[in-house]
């Protein structure tokens, strides 16, 4: 098994893992949680693909982007989820929805 | 001179503007003088078109230019003045202004009094329209006009309490329906005219028919037929008649002049004017005079077992009317125009004289008797009105006298004219017209001697009170009219006849026939005999002294409303229930249930929209899922 077919599996396994989160979790900021492992399993398949294309410079430097850029995404995240809670006295994301009918 | 004739026109509708813009604002007689004056100035242009067609006989075509313009189809507004036309003007006119002024005095008080004179202006023009018009679709317009307004002042107080303004807006229904029915059949000879001739102008219609059709081509008929189906509509025939007595809920005015003088003559005008197109189907010509001798006969039957004044005389406007029609339908023209005409004086006067007493008696019943039920058209209630309504009671006199047909009165003249063309042509309509002539004197003298005479049997009639000014001027003139009438046309000078002939060509003046006058006379002599003899020597209280089973069945009108309930609105009414019970099914159902189809979808999808994060999480990953199968599979094909 080669370390990119290991990076591979590890991205899709971090996928795997933030995707359920988002599907199943109920909290706020488990959400924000599961999110950034999604994102954590994009970053290291752009740095495997950087490798596996040669251009190894490109896939670091995208991928130090997406962390700043993802970064941004947490910090907003849980400041909603800070305002979620001060408004509506909960986290439970079923709780947002106020839309009736 | 002949170019003035718009403004006969011009006149009433001014008089409908005027009243309808300042109607509400000014008092009461101002608006039915400013309604009379305006009648007034239109019997004064009349005058002048009969001034000049004296020096100028065949008449002349006014245009004021082009109304529509359809591909071979072209409509103008042109009016035609000639003997014929100008004749209805001036009938219509100066018994028009006559009625108009009367009316001033009857509609006293009366809480639309403005709006009643507005109708009356209307009513004028449309029927000045109709007899001047120089095209069928004109003659039409005009012919819709006076049945709109017959309609409207049929229906005039449809807010009386206690049913009566219910049934008064029945009848003004029940008018309007029958009349639609009449005009559909006018409407249908209109197009098979456009169809077989290529226009709607009286001069081509009547040019190319003469041309181009034999005598007796079905085509002739068929237009023939359909137009005598719209004149038993206009005119109150067999089989459209129900309507006019009826109509009699209107106020007294309006009967006497749509119902008795003018509107209602608007058929026998109509087979006048297209007398060319009648003379080419002798089967049509038939029937016209078989419509008009049954309806005569029927009707005056029925006039012997009504009691409601008004109801008798319209039985006999029915009944004068048949006359009429018989008379232009044998093509004696100018004997049906005369009565025509006399009948306009002496019906419109015996109308307005019967208002004049309902008035009287409604007045007396004011100061006695208060909260019984009370109808003051009762002629039972009536009685010794002779010496209370003495004005009244003579012009009554002359009316009924000159409707009777005894000489020298208007009618005399003009019925036996009637007779005379009878009596050389169709023996058998001859036979049966003067059957109904001794009718007409039986219940007319009935009517008399159980209005004027004996002695008053209610309180009412014994406390009643001549009428007002207004309404007695109009009625002294019409009785001077009713009885020298007659010298239109004296037999052997032929005035109106010699006029008329520019017009319809109408060649043969029947030649005074003493037997046949002889006849009829002694028969209406005996008529007065007979009533005097049955109602005139005893009081007549509610039992009739001529109770039986024909009295029965005149009294029910030979049931022929009944019968037209059963075969014709009963049948009407159950289509109509089926109709709106398919409408409700199957046209609404559709729709309803479409509605229904869209509201479960709508309700179905909505399961989807949670609103939900984790539900729209799966929905983009489900979405993304797809699209990837479907790239994959796309390149892998």
Redesign the interface.
């Known amino acids: 098994m080669t370390i990119l077919q290991v990076a591979a599996a590890g991205a899709l396994i971090l996928l795997g893992i933030g995707?359920y989160g988002?599907?199943?979790?109920?909290n706020l900021i488990k959400?924000v949680i599961a999110l950034q492992i999604m994102v954590k399993g994009v970053v290291l398949a752009l740095v495997a693909a950087g490798s596996l294309s040669g251009q190894i410079n490109l896939g670091q430097s995208l991928a130090v982007t997406l962390i700043v850029a993802d970064t941004v995404v947490a910090v907003v995240g849980l400041a909603l989820a800070v305002q979620v809670r001060r408004r509506f006295g909960s986290l439970d994301?079923?709780e947002?929805?106020t839309?009736r009918? | 001179m002949f170019n003035l004739v718009p403004l006969v026109i011009a006149f009433p509708v001014a008089g409908v503007l005027l009243n309808l813009a300042f109607g509400m604002r000014i008092r009461e007689p101002i608006t039915g003088i400013i309604a009379s004056v305006m009648s007034g100035l239109a019997f004064a242009v009349s005058v002048l078109q009969l001034l000049a067609l004296i020096s100028q006989p065949e008449g002349a075509i006014v245009s004021l230019g082009e109304w529509i313009q359809v591909g071979s189809l072209s409509i103008s507004w042109s009016f035609r003045v000639d003997t014929l036309s100008a004749t209805m003007m001036l009938v219509v006119t100066g018994v028009g202004t006559l009625i108009h002024i009367y009316s001033i005095g009857y509609m006293h008080g009366d809480a639309r009094f403005t709006r009643f004179f507005v109708y009356l202006n209307l009513f004028l023009a449309a029927m000045l329209l109709l007899v001047s018009a120089d095209n069928f679709l004109l003659l039409f317009v005009g012919w819709e006009g006076v049945g709109l307004c017959s309609y409207l002042l049929i229906g005039f107080w449809f807010d009386k309490p206690g049913g009566e303004g219910w049934r008064n807006s029945s009848a003004a229904r029940k008018a309007f329906l029958a009349n639609r029915v009449g005009d559909a059949g006018l409407l249908l000879a209109m197009f098979a005219m456009f169809w077989a001739f290529g226009s709607l102008n009286f001069a081509d219609v009547f040019g190319q028919a003469e041309e181009t059709l034999a005598v007796g081509t079905p085509l002739a008929t068929l237009i023939a037929l359909l137009l005598l189906l719209g004149v038993t509509g206009k005119s109150a025939q067999i089989p459209l008649f129900v309507w006019l007595p009826d109509a009699m809920a209107g106020p007294t005015p309006a009967s006497a002049l749509i119902h008795a003088a003018t509107m209602v003559t608007a058929g026998v005008y109509l087979i006048a004017r297209t007398g060319v197109l009648f003379a080419l189907s002798p089967v049509a010509q038939g029937m016209v005079v078989l419509v008009g001798t049954c309806t005569a006969l029927l009707a005056a039957s029925i006039a012997v077992g009504q009691n409601d004044i008004k109801r008798v005389l319209a039985y006999s406007t029915i009944s004068q009317l048949g006359f009429m029609v018989a008379a232009v339908g044998m093509g004696a023209y100018t004997a049906g125009l005369f009565h025509l005409v006399t009948h306009a004086f002496f019906k419109a006067l015996l109308f307005m004289a019967a208002g004049s007493v309902i008035h009287g008696v409604a007045h007396g019943f004011g100061h006695v008797e208060r909260g019984e039920a009370f109808d003051p058209q009762d002629m039972r209630v009536m009685g010794g009105l002779r010496s209370k309504m003495p004005v009244t009671f003579w012009t009554y006199i002359a009316g009924a006298l000159a409707l009777a047909g005894l000489p020298p009165l208007a009618g005399f003249f003009s019925k036996d004219e009637i007779l005379l063309a009878a009596f050389e042509h169709y023996p058998l309509a001859y036979v049966a017209l003067t059957a109904a002539a001794f009718l007409t004197a039986f219940y007319i003298a009935r009517q008399m001697l159980m209005v004027f005479f004996g002695k008053g049997r209610t309180q009412a009639a014994a406390h009643a009170v001549e009428s007002g000014r207004f309404m007695l001027i109009p009625l002294i003139i019409l009785a001077g009219l009713s009885v020298i009438g007659g010298a239109l046309n004296l037999p052997g000078v032929h005035t109106l006849g010699g006029w008329l002939e520019h017009t319809t060509h109408e060649a043969e003046a029947g030649a005074f026939n003493a037997g046949v006058a002889g006849v009829s006379t002694a028969l209406a002599l005996l008529g007065f005999g007979l009533a005097y003899l049955l109602y005139g020597r005893r009081p007549v209280g509610e039992r009739d002294p001529l109770e039986g089973a024909l009295f029965n069945a005149l009294r029910n009108k030979w049931w022929v409303d009944e019968l037209y309930d059963q075969i014709a609105v009963r049948p009407y009414n159950s289509l109509s229930r089926l109709a709106a019970g398919f409408d409700r099914a199957a046209i609404d159902g559709a729709g309803l249930r479409l509605a229904r189809l869209m509201t479960w979808l709508g309700e179905t999808a909505r399961i989807a929209q949670t609103g939900q994060l984790n539900w729209n999480v799966a929905g983009i990953v489900g979405g993304l899922l797809i699209v990837l199968i479907i790239v994959v599979l796309g390149r892998g094909a």
């Open positions: 995707l988002l599907l199943a979790l109920r959400v994301v079923r947002l929805s839309l009918g």
